[in-house]
T-cell receptor
Framework: GENVEQHPSTLSVQEGDSAVIKCTYS??????FPWYKQELGKRPQLIID?????GEKKDQRIAVTLNKTAKHFSLHITETQPEDSAVYFC???????????FGKGTRLSVIA | DGGITQSPKYLFRKEGQNVTLSCEQN?????MYWYRQDPGQGLRLIYY???????QKGDIAEGYSVSREKKESFPLTVTSAQKNPTAFYLC????????????????FGEGSRLTVL
Protein backbone atom coordinates (compact mmCIF):
# COMPACT_ATOMS: atom_id res chain seq x y z
CA GLY A 1 0.00 0.00 0.00
CA GLU A 2 0.87 3.65 -0.02
CA ASN A 3 3.56 4.93 2.34
CA VAL A 4 4.08 8.64 3.02
CA GLU A 5 7.30 9.88 4.60
CA GLN A 6 7.45 13.41 6.04
CA HIS A 7 10.46 15.51 7.07
CA PRO A 8 11.48 17.12 9.29
CA SER A 9 9.58 15.99 12.36
CA THR A 10 10.21 19.32 14.07
CA LEU A 11 11.07 22.72 12.62
CA SER A 12 11.80 26.02 14.32
CA VAL A 13 12.00 29.27 12.38
CA GLN A 14 12.22 32.93 13.23
CA GLU A 15 9.14 35.01 12.58
CA GLY A 16 9.26 36.33 9.03
CA ASP A 17 11.44 33.51 7.71
CA SER A 18 10.24 30.77 5.37
CA ALA A 19 9.45 27.18 6.33
CA VAL A 20 9.59 24.14 4.07
CA ILE A 21 8.19 20.70 4.85
CA LYS A 22 8.83 17.80 2.50
CA CYS A 23 6.98 14.55 1.84
CA THR A 24 7.61 11.55 -0.36
CA TYR A 25 5.11 8.91 -1.40
CA SER A 26 5.59 5.38 -2.66
CA UNK A 27 2.63 4.64 -4.95
CA UNK A 28 2.92 6.25 -8.36
CA UNK A 29 -0.85 5.88 -8.77
CA UNK A 30 -1.52 8.48 -6.06
CA UNK A 31 -3.02 11.64 -7.52
CA UNK A 32 -4.21 13.80 -4.64
CA PHE A 33 -1.95 15.47 -2.08
CA PRO A 34 -3.50 17.60 0.67
CA TRP A 35 -1.89 19.35 3.63
CA TYR A 36 -3.60 19.61 7.01
CA LYS A 37 -2.80 21.93 9.90
CA GLN A 38 -3.53 20.94 13.48
CA GLU A 39 -3.22 23.65 16.09
CA LEU A 40 -2.70 22.62 19.67
CA GLY A 41 -5.82 20.99 21.07
CA LYS A 42 -7.77 21.42 17.85
CA ARG A 43 -8.88 19.27 14.95
CA PRO A 44 -6.84 18.97 11.73
CA GLN A 45 -8.01 21.29 8.97
CA LEU A 46 -7.22 21.35 5.28
CA ILE A 47 -5.02 24.30 4.31
CA ILE A 48 -4.10 23.50 0.73
CA ASP A 49 -4.13 20.59 -1.70
CA UNK A 50 -2.72 19.73 -5.09
CA UNK A 51 -3.65 17.24 -7.74
CA UNK A 52 -1.32 15.31 -9.99
CA UNK A 53 -2.13 17.34 -13.08
CA UNK A 54 -0.65 20.47 -11.46
CA GLY A 55 2.95 21.19 -10.49
CA GLU A 56 2.43 24.09 -8.10
CA LYS A 57 -0.38 25.83 -6.26
CA LYS A 58 -0.34 28.99 -4.17
CA ASP A 59 -2.69 30.51 -1.65
CA GLN A 60 -1.38 33.74 -0.16
CA ARG A 61 1.65 32.80 2.00
CA ILE A 62 1.26 29.07 1.42
CA ALA A 63 2.37 27.10 -1.61
CA VAL A 64 2.65 23.44 -2.48
CA THR A 65 4.85 21.92 -5.17
CA LEU A 66 4.61 18.44 -6.64
CA ASN A 67 7.26 16.43 -8.49
CA LYS A 68 5.53 13.34 -9.87
CA THR A 69 8.68 11.88 -11.31
CA ALA A 70 10.49 11.94 -7.99
CA LYS A 71 7.28 11.23 -6.05
CA HIS A 72 7.66 14.07 -3.63
CA PHE A 73 5.73 17.19 -2.70
CA SER A 74 6.49 20.10 -0.43
CA LEU A 75 4.73 22.77 1.60
CA HIS A 76 6.22 26.25 1.60
CA ILE A 77 5.17 28.90 4.08
CA THR A 78 6.59 32.38 3.54
CA GLU A 79 6.74 35.29 6.00
CA THR A 80 5.91 32.99 8.89
CA GLN A 81 3.87 34.31 11.80
CA PRO A 82 3.39 32.97 15.34
CA GLU A 83 -0.08 31.72 14.39
CA ASP A 84 1.56 29.40 11.87
CA SER A 85 2.86 27.37 14.82
CA ALA A 86 1.12 23.98 14.61
CA VAL A 87 1.56 20.40 13.48
CA TYR A 88 1.36 19.99 9.73
CA PHE A 89 0.44 16.70 8.05
CA CYS A 90 0.89 15.78 4.43
CA UNK A 91 -1.22 13.03 2.87
CA UNK A 92 -1.74 11.15 -0.35
CA UNK A 93 -4.50 9.13 -1.93
CA UNK A 94 -5.13 7.19 -5.10
CA UNK A 95 -8.05 7.60 -7.48
CA UNK A 96 -11.41 6.17 -6.61
CA UNK A 97 -12.23 7.88 -3.32
CA UNK A 98 -9.61 5.81 -1.47
CA UNK A 99 -8.73 6.96 2.05
CA UNK A 100 -5.90 9.37 2.68
CA UNK A 101 -2.58 8.04 3.94
CA PHE A 102 -0.93 10.59 6.23
CA GLY A 103 2.66 11.38 7.01
CA LYS A 104 3.79 11.45 10.63
CA GLY A 105 3.57 15.19 10.93
CA THR A 106 5.90 18.17 11.38
CA ARG A 107 5.73 20.34 14.45
CA LEU A 108 6.44 23.90 13.31
CA SER A 109 7.38 26.52 15.87
CA VAL A 110 7.59 30.15 14.80
CA ILE A 111 9.67 32.13 17.22
CA ALA A 112 8.75 35.79 17.64
CA ASP B 1 -24.58 24.34 12.57
CA GLY B 2 -23.07 21.63 10.36
CA GLY B 3 -20.17 19.46 11.40
CA ILE B 4 -18.94 16.33 13.07
CA THR B 5 -19.53 15.61 16.73
CA GLN B 6 -17.49 13.13 18.69
CA SER B 7 -18.27 12.01 22.21
CA PRO B 8 -17.08 11.69 24.80
CA LYS B 9 -14.14 14.09 24.63
CA TYR B 10 -12.32 12.25 27.41
CA LEU B 11 -12.82 8.66 28.49
CA PHE B 12 -11.16 6.54 31.15
CA ARG B 13 -11.57 2.79 31.22
CA LYS B 14 -10.11 -0.15 33.01
CA GLU B 15 -8.03 -2.67 31.13
CA GLY B 16 -10.14 -5.44 29.60
CA GLN B 17 -13.27 -3.34 29.12
CA ASN B 18 -14.78 -2.56 25.75
CA VAL B 19 -15.55 1.07 25.05
CA THR B 20 -17.56 2.72 22.26
CA LEU B 21 -16.73 6.14 20.82
CA SER B 22 -19.52 8.03 19.14
CA CYS B 23 -19.25 9.95 15.86
CA GLU B 24 -22.17 11.82 14.30
CA GLN B 25 -22.17 14.09 11.23
CA ASN B 26 -24.83 16.30 9.70
CA UNK B 27 -22.88 17.20 6.56
CA UNK B 28 -24.70 14.62 4.46
CA UNK B 29 -21.37 12.96 3.71
CA UNK B 30 -21.33 9.40 2.47
CA UNK B 31 -17.84 8.50 3.64
CA MET B 32 -16.71 8.33 7.25
CA TYR B 33 -13.36 7.41 8.78
CA TRP B 34 -11.70 6.63 12.07
CA TYR B 35 -8.07 7.60 12.61
CA ARG B 36 -5.86 7.04 15.60
CA GLN B 37 -3.34 9.72 16.53
CA ASP B 38 -0.30 8.91 18.67
CA PRO B 39 2.61 11.30 19.29
CA GLY B 40 5.08 11.09 16.41
CA GLN B 41 2.94 8.57 14.53
CA GLY B 42 0.71 10.81 12.48
CA LEU B 43 -2.84 9.74 11.68
CA ARG B 44 -3.33 6.05 11.13
CA LEU B 45 -6.50 4.68 9.56
CA ILE B 46 -8.52 2.21 11.64
CA TYR B 47 -11.72 1.73 9.61
CA TYR B 48 -13.65 3.56 6.93
CA UNK B 49 -17.07 3.38 5.37
CA UNK B 50 -18.22 4.79 2.05
CA UNK B 51 -21.84 3.73 2.28
CA UNK B 52 -24.36 2.61 4.85
CA UNK B 53 -24.03 -1.01 5.95
CA UNK B 54 -20.56 -1.35 4.46
CA UNK B 55 -17.11 -0.68 5.89
CA GLN B 56 -13.49 -1.66 5.29
CA LYS B 57 -10.49 -2.25 7.51
CA GLY B 58 -7.71 0.29 7.53
CA ASP B 59 -4.08 -0.21 8.43
CA ILE B 60 -4.58 -0.86 12.16
CA ALA B 61 -8.03 -2.47 12.46
CA GLU B 62 -7.04 -5.23 14.88
CA GLY B 63 -8.84 -4.87 18.22
CA TYR B 64 -11.42 -2.43 16.86
CA SER B 65 -14.92 -2.80 15.43
CA VAL B 66 -17.36 -0.42 13.74
CA SER B 67 -20.90 -0.27 12.43
CA ARG B 68 -22.62 1.96 9.88
CA GLU B 69 -26.34 1.52 10.31
CA LYS B 70 -27.12 5.16 9.53
CA LYS B 71 -25.50 7.61 7.17
CA GLU B 72 -24.98 10.08 10.00
CA SER B 73 -23.36 7.73 12.49
CA PHE B 74 -20.14 5.69 12.58
CA PRO B 75 -19.38 4.46 16.12
CA LEU B 76 -16.06 2.84 16.97
CA THR B 77 -15.71 0.13 19.60
CA VAL B 78 -12.31 -0.39 21.16
CA THR B 79 -12.32 -3.97 22.34
CA SER B 80 -10.28 -5.69 25.01
CA ALA B 81 -8.27 -7.29 22.19
CA GLN B 82 -6.64 -3.95 21.37
CA LYS B 83 -3.23 -4.21 23.00
CA ASN B 84 -2.49 -0.53 23.44
CA PRO B 85 -5.77 1.40 23.29
CA THR B 86 -4.66 4.59 25.04
CA ALA B 87 -4.68 7.18 22.27
CA PHE B 88 -6.43 10.13 20.66
CA TYR B 89 -9.14 9.06 18.22
CA LEU B 90 -10.31 11.24 15.36
CA CYS B 91 -13.44 10.71 13.29
CA UNK B 92 -13.73 12.32 9.86
CA UNK B 93 -16.10 12.47 6.94
CA UNK B 94 -15.98 13.40 3.28
CA UNK B 95 -18.27 13.41 0.30
CA UNK B 96 -18.01 10.55 -2.16
CA UNK B 97 -17.72 12.06 -5.59
CA UNK B 98 -18.40 9.47 -8.28
CA UNK B 99 -17.17 11.59 -11.17
CA UNK B 100 -14.14 13.06 -9.47
CA UNK B 101 -10.92 11.22 -9.05
CA UNK B 102 -9.97 11.96 -5.48
CA UNK B 103 -11.15 11.80 -1.89
CA UNK B 104 -11.58 15.52 -1.42
CA UNK B 105 -11.50 17.39 1.86
CA UNK B 106 -11.80 15.51 5.14
CA UNK B 107 -13.78 17.18 7.90
CA PHE B 108 -12.63 16.09 11.33
CA GLY B 109 -14.33 15.94 14.67
CA GLU B 110 -12.67 17.35 17.78
CA GLY B 111 -11.46 13.92 18.84
CA SER B 112 -11.85 11.57 21.79
CA ARG B 113 -8.98 10.90 24.16
CA LEU B 114 -9.14 7.40 25.59
CA THR B 115 -7.02 6.45 28.56
CA VAL B 116 -6.90 2.86 29.74
CA LEU B 117 -5.88 2.51 33.36
Amino acid sequence: GENVEQHPSTLSVQEGDSAVIKCTYSDSASNYFPWYKQELGKRPQLIIDIRSNVGEKKDQRIAVTLNKTAKHFSLHITETQPEDSAVYFCAASKPGNTPLVFGKGTRLSVIA
Amino acid sequence: DGGITQSPKYLFRKEGQNVTLSCEQNLNHDAMYWYRQDPGQGLRLIYYSQIVNDFQKGDIAEGYSVSREKKESFPLTVTSAQKNPTAFYLCASSSVRPFVYDTGELFFGEGSRLTVL
